[in-house]
């Protein structure tokens, strides 16, 4: 008799969470129907676990910004930890450039405080703005490597500033 009760169990625990997740999984990916040239758009967006609970495509823009400054916390990180790891190489050019990133990443993430202040105040458009403003922080690392001459060891942290700047801009505007 517990077996079955156990079985019981597990079986109606299935049937309520699984079509919820096929469900979850079906609105993001219409919400990312929407964004152009990012086929890895749902997989940025599942990457919040917050994702799967959202009901509405303003959720989903929401945490989409947050995953954008996420990003450029991680890439102001990312600059200072390659700068620590490579001091010991005394490439001024390297040094140069990674400072540059620094700076450009540590503003995106200033910039996208303000941009989330403007989306939580319903300034859809300026929130918009701001997040494109901070996906230049990307380009300008990449400039920075080239107008010094240097490796550009940051190319991966700036697609990903890129990308998931571009999917939060294309989700909100």
């Known amino acids: 008799m517990a077996l079955l009760a156990s079985f019981t ?8 969470v699984v079509p919820s997740s096929v469900a979850d999984a079906k609105f ?17 967006l599942s990457s919040d676990p917050r994702s799967v609970n959202a009901t509405t495509r ?8 947050d995953i954008c400054t996420a990003a450029a916390r991680e890439g102001e990180k990312t600059s200072e930890e390659e700068k620590a790891k490579h001091e010991h190489e005394r490439d001024e050019k390297l040094g140069l450039a990674l400072d540059m990133c620094s700076s450009e990443y540590n503003q995106a993430g200033h910039t996208l405080e303000n941009a ?28 920075a490597f080239y107008n010094q001459g ?7 942290m700036n697609k990903k500033m890129d990308d998931r700047c571009d999917i939060c801009w294309q989700l909100i505007f």
């Open 58 to 65: 303003v959720e989903l823009q929401s945490i989409s910004l």
């Open 116 to 143: 989330r202040t403007d989306f939580g105040n319903h300034a859809y458009n300026e929130a918009a703005r701001k997040i494109g403003e901070a996906s230049f922080a990307a380009d300008n690392c990449e400039k």
């Open 150 to 156: 240097a490796n550009n060891i940051m190319k991966q």
């Open 9 to 16: 169990l597990i079986a109606i625990t299935l049937l309520v």
């Open 28 to 44: 993001i990916s219409e919400v990312c129907d929407g964004v152009s040239d990012h086929p890895d758009c749902m997989e940025v």
